[in-house]
């Protein structure tokens, strides 16, 4: 029989991929999630029974087992950037992985490949990086040979980060960015899935850090992807100390409005926006793994294409305005 592998949000950005590659590989998925009747788009990546989502819930040791039983490999691709709630860094980032890495160990279970962040550290003054950071060390007290994944900012298709920024393009002149001169290294999701599969099968393990081949800071970012989208902006930085109390500010916004208006940029991303979100060459990358990163450049046209002003057809009206008059 196929060997499982269960992937604890794998309908998410990345999840999603790792998916797709290990269904491709042969593998039955198991794709463990909170809503699994919205995550049924993920079984086309297989024939019929390959590729299932289940319910589970990190937060219960029960649920966790459960969705576990049986699988070769396990992979968590859980995170979030809500820092209170009950789905709040700590819960999910810290207890929900070392949950997830403790139940692994009770069950025998051969891999575990976890997926972090540049940037994890249990001291760090951001929430996000330390529960992440407390994570890591909870997944390797009890798997010390997983495999943990620290990828810069990830892009691709359905990300978080280009596409929210695109959009803001199409309502104002203006584009506000904070930390316009700190430096990411994006890293192309399918290559960070690639990682991750190797992980799975136990072809690697250990701490690997993960930045594309190209590093630029927030501001060439932005006109990269103005330049993708063929507009004009004006690109407003705003200062550290006036985003804290701006973000303050949104947050009492989106709880009085119970959510209808939502927080644009939070106090803890402020905080992590202070520092370079890059590889720091302390680790493992993607040169010890065989795969070649993607650059921002190849792949960008490909999907924000949809944010130009005329759409698909904004290439040939810009062709169009070459013809001359017979």
């Given amino acids: ?69 049986g699988a070769d490999a396990v992979v968590n691709c859980v995170g979030t950037f809500d820092a209170g709630g009950k789905n709040n860094f700590d819960a999910v980032q810290d207890a929900g992985a070392t949950r997830i890495a403790r139940i692994a160990s009770e069950l025998g279970v051969g891999a575990m490949v976890h997926l972090s962040a540049i940037g994890a550290d249990a001291e760090a003054e951001s929430g996000y990086a330390a529960s992440k950071g407390k994570g890591e060390a909870g997944v390797l007290e009890h798997m010390p040979n997983a495999m943990i994944l620290r990828p810069s900012v990830v892009f691709g298709q359905e990300d978080e980060f280009f596409n929210r920024f695109a959009t803001m393009t199409r309502f104002s002149p203006v584009l506000p960015i904070v930390g316009a001169e700190t430096k990411f290294q994006p890293v192309y999701v399918d290559d960070v899935a690639h990682a991750a599969c190797m992980g799975i099968k136990g072809q690697a393990s250990g701490i690997y850090e993960l930045g594309g081949p190209d590093v630029q800071s927030f501001r060439e970012l932005m006109k990269e992807m103005l330049g993708v989208i063929h507009r004009r902006k004006l690109m407003l930085n705003i200062p550290f100390f006036v985003a804290r109390p701006m973000a303050w500010v949104m947050g009492v916004v989106d709880t009085l409005s119970l959510g209808l208006v939502p927080q644009q940029i939070s106090g803890d991303q402020v905080k992590q926006l202070r520092q370079d979100n890059v590889v720091s060459g302390e680790h493992k990358g993607f040169s010890d793994l065989g795969i070649r990163p993607t650059a921002t450049e190849a792949v960008l046209p490909d999907y924000l294409w949809r944010f130009r002003p005329s759409g698909q057809y904004d290439a040939i009206k810009e062709s169009a305005k070459n013809l001359r008059a017979h």
């Fill in 1 to 69: 029989m196929s060997k499982l592998v269960t992937i604890y949000g794998g309908s998410g950005f990345v999840g999603r991929y790792i998916a797709r590659r290990m269904a491709k590989d042969g593998w039955r998925v198991r794709v463990a999630v909170r809503r699994p009747n919205e995550a049924l788009f993920v079984k086309p990546y297989g024939v019929v029974g390959q590729v299932e989502p289940v319910f589970c819930n990190i937060r219960d040791d029960g649920s966790v087992r459960a969705a576990m039983m």
